[in-house]
């Protein structure tokens, strides 16, 4: 269990990460760490900061599907992982899997993303 947070009264953050290849989804499910772009590392920092829980929905670019989602577990330091060959990531960072299931978009289609021009969640 985790101790109680100094952020308790702050909002749960809910982002959608793309990844490129289901590799990338592999390598985090097992090492636990996750590594983003560092034009989205302010933003989840951020969350990360202001938030009670930075909550991660996990999905492959062209995939139709989400693959899972995790807990943020720390900040985004300035450590490089050699995991993701890609070059362009920034640092890595702590995440919790907590179900790791491949879900069709269609079953969140009735979730509309306010902040997005209410499109739906995919």
Request: one cysteine or more; a positive charge.
């Amino acid at each position: 269990s985790r101790p109680p947070s100094p952020r308790q009264n702050m909002p749960i953050r809910y982002f959608i990460m793309k990844s490129s290849n289901l590799q990338n989804i592999d390598i985090s499910q097992r090492k636990g760490v996750w590594s983003t772009t560092p034009s989205n590392e302010r933003k989840l920092n951020g969350a990360f900061w202001e938030s009670n829980m930075v909550y991660l929905i996990f999905s492959v670019q062209g995939s139709g599907h989400f693959q899972g989602f995790a807990r943020m577990g720390s900040a985004i330091g300035c450590e490089k992982s050699q995991d993701w060959g890609s070059a362009g990531f920034g640092g890595v960072f702590k995440v919790e899997w907590i179900r790791t299931e491949s879900i069709p978009f269609h079953f969140a289609h009735h979730l509309l993303n306010p902040w997005n021009d209410s499109k739906k969640v995919q």
